[in-house]
């Protein structure tokens, strides 16, 4: 059986392609007198890492960069900023490679720090289901994205990134020729990468950060978290013998557009704009998703029998859209599962619509939008209630619960944000009340005080 040390050596492949193909970018773009600037510290710098004999020492390597006219010097450090990005890159496609080569050889022991290793590590110490199942069910899993300015990347940047490991992925399991097909496909994103500038000139406004923000959620996290908390009740399943039911909860934060702490620019109308265009994505992603089911779920009642609830749900959305029913409804009148999906859906967009209304200063209403996340959530209970008693668990299992999840983690709001202010605006805010109410102002040890009471700090007289 292959060692698990031998999927090291993918890795290092993956690092010699990558500055393979970025040095071949940099000499046909930038000369051979850059390539030669960057080759030549690139290899110095590893030498002095490995500690080989005649290795330059630090101050040595400091006094060659001294040397480099400002313009090579210039293409140096992006050279260097871009590799490390490229090693990055290649490094996390190595965790998915080993985690993968795990998952094939079932034979194979847990891969240490995995869930099922956790899990199996916990069978193994004694802990019963019901003392690891609550134990999850008291966890909340927060990870916030930041609002630093100087962790800012370009979403160009940012694609461009994706699809280099999308493609160094796809090259892993490929023979030899077609593996070389899929390198120079690499090449040319390094080279847009080379092209592209990774920082715009001007600061970026915060709801250019808000949009970055909002990529990371629609591309990343909520995948991400639909595919980690799947696979924690698998692997839960898989140490205990049972399902795990109710699990731990996932919700992601920001403090993009809610960071007034020392950011003049953060204002309360940013933030709900910021809330709204979060709204707006997450009911786009769930629209597609919606969209999906309806080209999947084509379960006839010729062939099982209608729910009572999906029946109910056709009734009462038939009227709210009758354009959805004149299209679909003789076409789909077998097809109960996919006629009231094709209502959600419609009503996803209605909901759509009228948060992108109020982003753009128009005050409505609108009967047939969702009023929350749910009366989604109890569409999407119907359609997987009917999977159930059409003995399609796997379907729902594998189509529906992936969609459900992610409303449960990210409901409308997509992101939890934290608002932050400065303590100058809150003490101020407490002199005022104690000014309104008469008595003197606080200092820490009142403040306390009166937080620990039971008397409200402000009332409705205030």
Not at 47 to 55: F, H, L, S
Not at 74 to 85: D, P, S
Not at 170 to 191: F, G, M, N, Y
Not at 234 to 243: N, P, S, T
Request: charged fraction near 30%.
């Amino acid at each position: 059986m292959t060692d698990v040390r031998d999927q090291d050596r993918p890795l290092h492949r993956d690092v010699r392609d990558l500055s393979t193909a970025l040095g071949r970018v940099i000499r046909r773009i930038e000369g051979e007198a850059v390539f030669e600037a960057v080759e030549s510290l690139r290899q110095a710098c590893r030498a002095r890492r490995r500690e080989e004999d005649g290795a330059p020492s630090l101050a040595e390597l400091l006094e060659r960069v001294d040397e480099l006219p400002a313009d090579t010097a210039a293409q140096v450090a992006r050279a260097f900023t871009l590799f490390f990005l490229l090693i990055n890159t290649a490094e996390q496609i190595h965790r998915v490679r080993r985690r993968r080569w795990y998952a094939r050889r079932p034979d194979t022991p847990p891969q240490p720090g995995s869930l099922e290793w956790a899990f199996a590590t916990l069978a193994d110490e004694g802990r019963t289901a019901d003392q690891v199942a609550q134990a999850l069910q008291r966890l909340e899993v927060s990870p916030v994205l930041t609002a630093h300015p100087t962790e800012s990347t370009r979403r160009t940047v940012l694609a461009l990134q994706a699809r280099v490991a999308d493609l160094l992925l796809a090259a892993s399991d490929l023979p030899e020729h077609q593996r070389q097909t899929q390198l120079e496909a690499v090449e040319v994103e390094v080279e847009l990468l080379w092209l592209t500038a990774e920082n715009r000139p001007d600061r970026p406004h915060v709801l250019d950060e808000v949009s970055t923000v909002l990529w990371y959620l629609e591309t990343r996290l909520a995948e991400a978290g639909s595919r980690v908390l799947q696979g924690l009740d698998a692997a839960f399943e898989q140490a205990f013998g049972r399902r795990l039911g109710k699990g731990p909860r996932l919700v992601p934060g920001s403090w993009v557009a809610g960071d007034r702490d020392g950011n003049p620019f953060v204002t309360p109308e940013t933030t709900i704009a910021a809330a709204r265009r979060a709204k707006h994505r997450m009911l786009g992603r769930y629209a597609e998703g919606v969209e999906g089911l309806v080209h999947r779920l084509s379960l006839s009642s010729r062939i099982v029998d209608e729910t009572l609830a999906l029946r109910e749900g056709i009734d009462a959305y038939r009227p709210l859209f009758p354009e959805v029913d004149d299209r679909n409804g003789r076409r789909d009148r077998d097809d109960p599962m996919r006629l009231f999906l094709s209502f959600v859906h419609a009503r996803l967009l209605a909901t759509r619509q009228l948060v992108a209304s109020l982003d753009a200063g128009e005050r409505r209403d609108d009967p047939r939008a969702y009023a929350n996340a749910g009366e989604l959530a109890a569409d999407l209970d119907r359609v997987a209630d009917a999977l159930d008693a059409a003995d399609a668990e796997r379907t729902r299992r594998s189509a529906v619960d992936p969609l459900r999840i992610e409303l449960a983690t990210h409901g409308f709001f997509g992101f939890r944000m934290d608002v932050r202010e400065d303590s100058g605006v809150h003490t101020a805010t407490v002199d005022a009340l104690c000014d309104a109410a008469g008595v003197g102002r606080l200092d820490r040890s009142g403040l306390v005080t009166e937080l620990l009471g039971r008397r409200p700090l402000a009332g409705p007289h205030v």
